[in-house]
Structures are given as structure tokens and as C-alpha cells.
């Protein structure tokens, strides 16, 4: 198997260190969304105590040159901290920290895209937004060949490896099985995990978390999810298509509903909001994947259980539609509907704004509105 060098340093030796005291003092490391608005970075400090509140973690800065978010020539970047969680690799009371950056004027980098997500979810509040998204990944060889396939070949077809048990449907689930209590320990709303149809792809979902947390807890996971594979010397992809051919790609199907669709009756609600996303299909696709639908061109073929890029669509039931409402959501009247579009290496920020600004706000056309700062 092709596994980084990293991965086979003797874990026992390190061990040895990581059960040494730290006299009352603590580690946190400080975790954003770099430059490529894809790629996360982190860096660590010490304070003199554990905070017990985000308001207890002081600002830090970074070198965005390095980031692909400044020039060398004004290059410092400011690291806002927003949510904290408990540190599943230093253990207790160390901490993860997760960050907005801000440019050298405090105004927020191109790649902040909570910045604006903020705004919109304080405006959207009283409707009680609630998500949950599904991350899909596929597990690749530092050689960035499919984890667990022949290096000169392919495995069978699909059909097996869904949900699958054994060695030969299934590979990597030390990692998946790591990642999950990694989450659970950190205070991820993480909620589930299951083998995907592509053989080494996976997916976990986190949620249902309100607002703005979704975002939040999602980047998060995916963090926690990197630092894991990079335990085990594999990497995890959010490539949308990493295979070419008669395999499977890779989303981030969405979840959501608000208080009023949550309630009986509700199903009028959804369907409502479904018509509005249905005349603005050409702005989500922009928005759900980082490279204004290029990359989930190469998903959304019709095929594969997916939806075609120029089609909007929407049925009870339907993997084959834009938008799906689940069949007992269909008899019980009220519940949810799942947006099928955004690709796996999306912005929960951007795609969780979108449908915000879509369904409640009552935006229209390829243009948003700016908000001022409540």
C-alpha cells in the first residue's frame, strides 16, 4: 500500500511524550480555511490557562503569503477565533480552535466566506434553520491512487461496496471508525457514517445543528478528518469526480428545514420553497462548489445518482433529482427536503447562505444583496 513516511514513525515513541504533564498550561491550536477556500491550515500556542469560552482565546496572526492570501510585501493576517472544541489528538485540556480571517484593514479575506453567512443567518434567526450535510470523501494512497485498489487495475463493479461489510467491500474503516470517535471527543455534531457505492469512498454526516454551527461543525469534521489520514498516512479527497468512468462521484448532499416546515402541514412550506429554488438553479450551481460549478460539471452528469447541472429538478424519493423530499416526509406532511447539488468540496458557508437567501429571504435572480452588520 502507498502510505506516507510520516505514518510509519514508531507511534509508540510519541506516545511517550504526549503522557508527559503540562503543569496548567495548554495547547490550542488555531484552525482556518486558507487561501484555495478548499485547503485548512493550523498552527499551535500555549496559554497560561485552559479557556473555558471562546472569549477566552486571544486573536493570533499568520503569514497570508504563505497562504495564498497576502502579498509577501503586507503579508500579516488576522486569526479570529469562533468556535472551540476539545482536542482529540492532545487529548484534554488542550484545544481546537476554528477561525475567520481578516486582512491587514480587519475586513474579512476573499476565501471568509462565514463573514457574510454570519449576517445572513442573524437576519434569518426566527425561522430556526436547521441542516445537516452529508460529507462525502474518497480515501487515496500518498500516490493518489484509490486506497486498497490494484495498483495496475480496478476493483469490480459497483454494487457491493455500499454499506458494505468484509475485506473485500470495504477498505480503510480504521480510519472511518478513528475520524468518528475523533469528532464525538472533539464535540463535532457528527451523526453517522457509512461506506459509499465507489469502493474507498465514504461518507459521514454531521448535524442537525442551527444557523451559522453548520459550518462550523463541518469544517471542523473535515479537519479532524485530514489530521486522522495523516495519522494513518493516507489522504482524504473532497474531489467531487476523483475517478473517471462508471464510478460513483462525490457530494455534499444538504439537508434542511425551518421551524414552520418542521411542524404538521409543513410540507406545504417545502414545496414552497423548492418552486423558489427552482428559478434560481443557475446561482446555486455557481455557489456549491468552489470554482463556480466547474468542478461538479463533472458530477452532475444525470448519471450515478446524480441530477443533471442544467436541469432542476425535484421528487419524492428521487437520487436522480436536484432536490429530494424523503418518502416519509411525503406521508407524515412535514420534515425536510435534501438539496443534492453542492459538490464534496464545498462551503457549508456558501451553500447553507444560498438556500437562505433563496427560500427565505425571497432573493431572486444570480445577484445577492448586502446586508449591513446586525
Known sequence: MSVSHSSRLNKLVREQYMRLPQDGLVQVTYVWIDGSGEGLRCKSRT???EPKSIEDVPEWNFDGSSTAQAEGSNSDMFLVPIRMFRDPFCLDPNKLVLCEVLKYNRKPAETNLRHTCK??????KDS???FGMEQEYTLLGINSHPYGWPDNGFPGPQGPYYCGVGADKVYGRDIVESHYKACLYAGVKICGTNAEVMPSQWEFQVGPCEGIEMGDHLWMARF???RVCEDFGVVATLDPKPMTGNWNGAGCHTNYSTEEM?????LKHIEAAIEKLSK????HICVYDPRGGRDNSRRLTGHHETSNIFEFSAGVANRGASIRIPRQVGQDGYGYFEDRRPAANCDPYAVTEAIMRTTVLNETGVET????DH
Open 47 to 49: 496559554l497560561d490557562k
Open 119 to 124: 449576517k445572513v443567518m442573524d437576519l434569518v
Open 128 to 130: 430556526h434553520p436547521w
Open 224 to 226: 479532524i478528518l485530514h
Open 262 to 266: 418542521r411542524r404538521e402541514g409543513g
Open 280 to 283: 434560481r438553479h443557475d446561482y
Open 369 to 372: 444583496k448586502d446586508y449591513a
